[in-house]
């Protein structure tokens, strides 16, 4: 199997269950290996909530490197952030703040999705 | 563009980013079929004939979707690239 563009989608709030750690984990295994594929990762709804500057995620942390090495992209919807009364200044420096329509591009571009 | 499977509670999302799709196929799945679709901008919009019946909700649907069972979910799905959004 080739490269393949994948996009992989946050919908929940992190904690309470596994989906935000072990689509991380996914993610990492993703980019790495014999395809190295590309992964946008795309927050939005309530997943947004793992984008918070004070959101501990120290389950994860061991995959940021590997993720930044590959150039993975992490983008926040802004029109679900807004919604719930969060600014961009509340956000992870890594954290890309788009548009839905920009969202909805990157579905498009994707050879496939998963959701988290 | 695709096929998008919306079950509450993340359908709602789902169904925005289908919005930008004129293309899309909608299929509502489970509890999905008590989302409402009247703000969907374009595509077509399908429901599980076993979820809606089950819900009582044939009369509710009518017109608005077409009902599909589980081996012509199984072809759409073969046959594009799929949103999930369950």
Do not use: C
């Amino acid at each position: 199997m080739a490269e393949r563009k994948l996009l992989y989608h946050f919908n929940r709030a992190p904690h309470g269950n596994i989906f935000w750690t072990e689509g991380m984990r996914a993610a990492t295994g993703a980019v790495a290996g014999i395809d190295e594929h590309k992964v946008d990762l795309l927050f939005q709804g309530d997943g947004v909530y793992n984008a918070l500057k004070d959101m501990e995620e120290t389950e994860s942390l061991g995959y940021l490197p590997s993720l930044e090495d590959a150039g993975v992209h992490y983008y926040v919807v802004d029109e679900d952030i807004k919604e719930r009364g969060v600014g961009a200044g509340d956000l992870k420096d890594r954290f890309e703040v788009i548009d839905r329509a920009k969202a909805a591009a990157l579905y498009m571009q994707a050879d496939m999705n998963v959701d988290w | 563009m695709g096929v998008y499977l919306l079950d509450k509670p993340f359908g709602d999302i789902g169904l925005k980013i289908a919005n930008f799709d004129d293309s899309a196929k909608v299929v509502l799945i489970k509890d999905g079929v008590y989302l409402n679709t009247s703000g969907l901008r374009g595509g077509k919009v399908y429901a599980m004939k076993d979820d809606v019946e089950k819900r009582g909700l044939g009369k509710v649907l009518a017109g608005k979707a077409e009902l599909i069972d589980y081996p012509k979910l199984i072809d759409m799905i073969v046959d594009d690239k799929v949103m999930n959004f369950i």
